[in-house]
C-alpha cells in the first residue's frame, strides 16, 4: 500500500529563515514521483516541486528544494529565506508509476506554516 | 503550466437539491480527471476518477449514485452532488492530467487542479 506521512501539523518560522517540512513515503513501486503542494487560505492547490525516483539529483525550485533521501523513503521539503506569503498549508504526495500509468496522487495530512515577521 | 477551471468557486444550497460542478481544462485536453474532497483542516481525498467516455471510477466508500461524474470531453468533466445533505458540506476539486512526451520515448502525466468549489448545504 502507498502512504504519506507529514508528522508536523503546525511550524512556525521567523521571515527570512530557512524551514524544513517532513515527508516520508511508502510504497513497493520501483518508479514513482514525489510532489510537494502549497495551499493557501484561497484553497487552491499550487505545484512546488517535483522529484523522480529515478533523478540522481535532487530537485530545486528557486527558494524550494527538495531534500531527497531514497534510503530512508524521505522528501523533505526545504524553504530557504522565508516570506510572509509562505504561509499556507503544504502537502506532500506521490505518484506512482509516473513513468507510465495515469495514477492519481495520494496526499499526506499537511502541515500548516506560519511565517512569523 | 496548464489552465483549469472550476465553475461555480462557491455554492450554497438547501439539502435535498442537487449541486453540479463543472471542471474544465483550458488549454490542454486532460485525458484523465480526478475529483477530490477536502473537508476543513484535512487533506484531499480523491473520490473518483474518470476518462473521457467512460464511467468514472469511485474510491471505496464513495457512493455513485450520489456523486455522478460525468466526463463527455477532453476538456470538461461535471460532478454532481444530487440530494446534498449539510454533510455533503466540503471544498471539492478537480484535477486533470495529460501525458506528456518526455526522453527516450516515455511519457509522463502531469497533473494540474483546479481552484475549488467550496459547497455548503443548509
Known amino acids: 500500500a502507498q502512504k504519506i506521512t507529514q508528522t508536523q501539523p503546525g511550524m512556525f518560522v521567523q521571515e527570512k529563515e530557512a524551514v524544513t517540512l517532513d515527508c516520508t513515503y511508502d510504497?513497493?513501486?520501483?518508479?514513482?514521483?514525489l510532489f510537494w503542494y502549497k495551499q493557501p487560505s484561497s484553497g487552491e492547490m499550487i505545484f512546488l516541486i517535483y522529484?523522480?525516483?529515478?533523478?540522481?539529483q535532487n530537485a530545486t525550485e528557486g527558494r524550494y528544494s527538495l531534500n531527497f533521501q531514497k534510503a530512508r523513503k524521505s522528501a523533505n521539503l526545504v524553504i530557504s529565506a522565508s516570506q510572509l506569503g509562505d504561509s499556507a498549508m503544504y502537502f506532500c504526495?506521490?505518484?506512482?508509476?509516473?513513468?507510465?500509468?495515469?495514477?492519481?496522487?495520494?496526499f499526506g495530512k499537511g502541515t500548516k506554516l506560519s511565517v512569523k515577521p | 503550466g496548464a489552465v483549469v477551471s472550476q465553475h461555480p468557486s462557491r455554492v450554497i444550497c438547501k439539502s435535498g437539491t442537487s449541486v453540479k460542478i463543472e471542471c474544465r481544462s483550458l488549454?490542454?485536453?486532460?485525458?484523465?480527471m480526478f475529483w477530490y474532497r477536502q473537508f476543513p483542516k484535512q487533506s484531499l481525498m480523491l473520490m473518483a476518477t474518470?476518462?473521457?467516455?467512460?464511467?468514472?471510477?469511485?474510491e471505496q466508500g464513495v457512493e455513485k449514485d450520489k456523486f455522478l461524474i460525468n466526463h463527455a470531453s477532453l476538456t470538461l468533466s461535471t460532478l454532481t452532488v444530487t440530494s446534498a445533505h449539510p454533510e455533503d458540506s466540503s471544498f471539492y476539486i478537480c484535477?486533470?492530467?495529460?501525458?506528456?512526451?518526455?526522453?527516450?520515448?516515455?511519457?509522463?502525466?502531469?497533473?494540474?487542479f483546479g481552484p475549488g468549489t467550496r459547497l455548503t448545504v443548509l
Open positions: 522529484q523522480g525516483s529515478y533523478d540522481q
Open positions: 474518470s476518462n473521457e467516455g467512460s464511467k468514472a471510477t469511485y
Open positions: 484535477s486533470g492530467t495529460y501525458l506528456r512526451p518526455g526522453l527516450a520515448g516515455k511519457f509522463y502525466n502531469e497533473q494540474f
Open positions: 488549454d490542454f485536453q486532460a485525458t484523465t
Open positions: 504526495a506521490m505518484r506512482a508509476n509516473y513513468g507510465g500509468s495515469q495514477g492519481n496522487l495520494i
Open positions: 510504497t513497493s513501486d520501483p518508479s514513482y514521483g
